[in-house]
DNA sequence: CCCTGTCATACCCGGTAGGTATCACCGAGA
DNA sequence: TCTCGGTGATACCTACCGGGTATGACAGGG
């Protein structure tokens, strides 16, 4: 009656996508007829349009939008819900409740802090085993939520804290990495407006999800190719202090004085219950 | 394949609180055999054994325990998609994008804030129509996770923000309320323990879902029930300052001095993105 | 040793999810 | 204007599976 299956969440979610059915259809391995009907159904269940049918293609209603975001959401907490608990089964069967924590991090970010925390909580009497999960660009979020992580070393502003638990663990300024041989790595500070209209040195623009914001500077989806293209004199960036500790003999660090401060937070769903998490917040509010 | 059905979450959780398939079937509506062979099948599928099944009973696995915390919460954000969508598309219909926030508050609670608050935002260019839903003792979290409300109005640290976003609207101190003719409604100041255990005036207990914690005092589920029992010279209790609103005659309030401040806060699923909800917030925290 | 209460198995039936074929509609061209 | 390509909707069929009833297997308690 006021049921809204998974299933038919996921159907929606991907017409909601493509806004449009052949497309949906395919996307999800089916026939667009049947879509179509089990849409509809859902529409009559929910007693609810949600999409608008105009000539040529379809477009959602407000109904449909808050399907979308609320749906999202739905989904992610119940593939979380199955991830964590093939998890928690799986480390169940080998002997003992052998608890095993999957810790997200921005790839290459917060090296030592990482280090100190996971040597500090293997010392930890009763320690779970920590599985280490490198993060995409901004990922960590969508890992917490789907349950493809359990934990997260999360980076403010950069991520978003929303609708999470989370610890301060760390503060640090941001440097600009510069071509060791350029005119402005001779200054002992910078300000942001110094590197971000440098005529020869455009700031590089990360993926996100696979698109580029618009720009003159290079694409880049690897901190290695950025490293490389700054020794190559091509781009400069902005980083946390803590990327000091890959840089390459042609990078010279200057601090930045008005760029914002990185927190790194250590960040878990709100409701998570479990022991082993508990102690790992433990030893990294230590630090 | 890994999909995890929303009829198998609740199947699952019928019979992880009830720990007795028979009485989980009841409960479902249906017959123990299938329901039997559905949590098999779940099993299977999900490559984990969720249930002990010992002689004469059931319990949970630790894979059990998880699938019942984290399945709780997919539950929770499912059924909230179906009610939100319902609501806006319910606005949808009658003319243009009617908006309507549910604001759940603790009932009786904040009543002058409450006020301030709707008499303000009323008065905003384009606001949206606010139904206000009277909830019982600490249940706003559940409304906002389910989708009952889509803002609440909590008081830390009675109720958990945990999983929302929140702004602090007031702070205040809390009272001691005490029928009129009671010595110790002479005192200019109280403290927590004087009147925790005053022998002739024991602590009412409050009803949550259902169920008392334990002690000597009466057993309360209404704010009506406690006023009268307190007139009556049974008992005793500590409100937060603005409970001044709806003292009787026959009460007298007198400040605690130890006891923890009482911040009340808006509150809201962090995921929420509805321009009616950020109008109403910036209302709140302009008050 | 039977009786009772539990969950599992066996078997059947009906609803429905999904497939194929086709329709109805509209816009773009020739 | 007529046709054609592409859209979503409809019609109809099949097969799977969710749910029901009847019964089995097993363990404790009298």
Chains 1, 2 share one sequence.
């Not at 694409?219 to 390459?248: C, K, N, Y």
Request: charged letters at 20%.
């Amino acid at each position: 009656m006021d049921t809204l299956e998974t299933r038919e969440l996921r159907y929606f979610m991907a017409v909601a996508e493509e806004l449009h059915f052949g497309r949906a259809a395919e996307r999800l391995g089916m026939a667009q007829p049947p879509l179509s009907r089990a849409i509809q159904q859902l529409e009559r269940r929910l007693g609810v349009s949600l999409l608008e049918r105009n000539r040529r293609g379809v477009s959602l209603t407000g109904a449909g939008e808050m399907l979308l975001h609320e749906g999202r959401a739905a989904l992610d907490a119940t593939t979380a819900a199955a991830r964590r608990t093939r998890r928690a089964g799986g480390a169940d069967s080998p002997g003992g409740p052998r608890n095993r924590l999957v810790l997200a991090v921005k790839a290459g970010a917060s090296h030592e802090l990482l280090h100190k925390l996971l040597d500090a909580y293997a010392a930890e009497p009763d320690a779970a085993e920590i599985e280490v999960l490198p993060s995409g660009t901004c990922e960590q979020e969508g890992m917490l939520r789907d349950g493809r992580a359990d934990v997260a070393l999360m980076h403010a502003p950069f991520n978003s804290l929303a609708g999470f638990d989370s610890e301060e663990l760390m503060t640090e300024g941001q440097i600009a990495i510069l071509p060791a041989g350029h005119p402005l790595a001779a200054q002992r500070t910078l300000s942001l407006a110094d590197v971000s209209d440098i005529p020869d040195l455009p700031l590089a623009r990360w993926s996100r999800q696979g698109t580029y914001p618009p720009g003159p500077g290079p694409e880049i989806h690897d901190q290695t190719q950025l490293a490389q293209l700054i020794a190559l004199g091509r781009t400069v960036a902005v980083f946390p202090d803590s990327a000091r500790a890959w840089l390459w003999a042609e990078h010279t660090a200057v601090p930045l004085t008005d760029a914002p401060p990185v927190v790194t937070h250590i960040a878990w769903p709100a409701h998570s219950r479990s022991l082993a998490l508990a102690g790992l917040i433990r030893t990294a509010t230590r630090l």
